[in-house]
């Protein structure tokens, strides 16, 4: 599980400013800054209002930011993330001789 | 019975009147009759319930799937001021599939969205459909038309989820189908999916209709809506977005997913995930009576 914040407009952030609001799920388990703070999540028995004036209730866990730049975001830090574990990977083998 | 004269004219006879304009059958209490009348003068539509497609119907008939007396109507953006019990309420966007002329002479083009009715003092959902080019149209695109278009898939579980029951082309009396999903451990897994993507690039809202139906021992088993990429294998921390499907309704319900962010093709899936203690194996059922992409 993962604790994230969401503000009076659900959108997520992963730092508390003092106003927000504590959720616990694990919906963004290894996702970065950029992909959470991309999403909004609506706790059940809350409602949100689009700008159209549609409403919806929550549990609505879903992207107010383009989700192709949410996905691009996420996928370079997948990469970055398997590069350093070559990368300590390697060092371990070189100590062990390997 | 008694009968009123008006001006010669009894009721039964204006009811036939408005019998033959609306199309509407079966017999009208005097605030349908009402209804009817402020339907028929200077618009270009009308608006009928019941829980059988009309028969004969004119264009721009909307037919509101209501087993409750529809007394009035609005089209408004926001929830109308005065409600009162059977007022049906048409929720109106900036497009629709079903846009049409509401005037006989000039243009106030509408939109509508989906339609809600006062009963029991308070808005339940009811599904619409309007007649247009001599056709009935769903106000959502559909995406369930009798089942064959969707799959279930055994998603690899953290957990031992299964499914057990493989959508059919044979619907409930009530028009709905079954999915079951056996639950034989925790975590979640199967879905019941559509067989080919969905492009979501024109449509900002996914709409489910239905109810999940669980044993009362396991109520901490949560009915998903979920899109996501096929490629998708743990779907619960790997979805594009989820809105949760409550197991305690006893009617079904509309449920609405804001898509509006997402562009491109995405499988859209019904999924099942345990939230909260363990309480051992059980079936859960998602009752679907329609799911459908709103402009």
Redesign the interface.
């Known amino acids: 599980m993962k604790t994230i914040y969401i503000d009076f407009d659900f959108k997520c952030h992963t730092i508390n400013d003092g106003t927000m609001t504590a959720v616990e799920t694990d919906f963004f388990e290894g996702k970065c800054d950029t992909f959470i703070e991309g999403y909004r999540f609506v706790p059940f028995g809350e409602t949100w209002t689009r700008s159209d004036g549609v409403v919806f209730h929550g549990e609505m866990i879903t992207p107010w930011k383009p989700y192709d730049e949410l996905d691009a975001a996420q996928r370079i830090y997948e990469r970055q993330l398997i590069a350093e574990y070559e990368s300590a990977l390697a060092e371990i083998e070189k100590a062990l001789g390997v | 019975m008694t009968k009123y004269i008006i001006d010669g004219e009894d009721l039964t006879s204006l009811a036939d009147a408005i019998r033959e304009q609306t199309g509407e059958t079966g017999a009208l209490s005097l605030d349908a009759m009402k209804v009817s009348i402020g339907n028929i003068s200077g618009t270009n539509f009308n608006i009928v319930g019941g829980t059988t497609e009309p028969a004969n119907p004119s264009e721009n008939t909307i037919w509101v799937n209501t087993d409750v007396e529809i007394t009035s109507w609005a089209f408004s953006?926001?929830e109308p001021k005065n409600s009162i019990e059977g007022m049906v309420w048409i929720?109106m966007?900036?497009s629709s599939n079903a846009e049409f002329n509401a005037l006989e002479k000039n243009i106030i083009t509408i939109n509508p969205?989906s339609a809600q009715q006062y009963v029991n003092g308070a808005w339940l959902s009811k599904s619409a459909q309007s007649y247009i080019n001599s056709s009935w149209v769903g106000w959502l695109k559909d995406l369930y038309v009798d089942g064959s278009e969707w799959s279930t898939r055994g998603l690899p579980p953290n957990g031992d989820w299964k499914y057990t029951q493989t959508p059919t082309a044979t619907k409930n009396s009530d028009g709905s189908t079954s999915l079951a999903l056996n639950v034989t451990g925790s975590g979640c897994g199967g879905v019941w999916e559509l067989k080919t993507d969905v492009d979501l690039t024109d449509y900002?809202?996914l709409v489910l209709q239905c109810k999940a139906e669980s044993p009362s021992s396991q109520v901490g088993e949560v009915v998903h809506l979920i899109v996501m990429n096929r490629s998708t294998t743990y779907w619960?921390?790997s979805?594009?977005?989820?809105?949760?499907i409550?197991n305690t309704s006893a009617v079904f319900e509309t449920?609405?997913?804001?898509?509006?962010?997402?562009?491109?093709k995405y499988d859209v899936a019904l999924g099942l995930r345990w939230n909260g203690a363990w309480l051992g194996a059980a079936t859960v059922t998602a009752r679907v009576y329609d799911v459908g992409l709103r402009k």
């Open positions: 953006a926001t929720f966007g900036t969205l900002s809202t619960m921390t979805p594009a977005a989820i809105r949760t409550p449920y609405t997913l804001d898509i509006s962010n997402l562009n491109g």
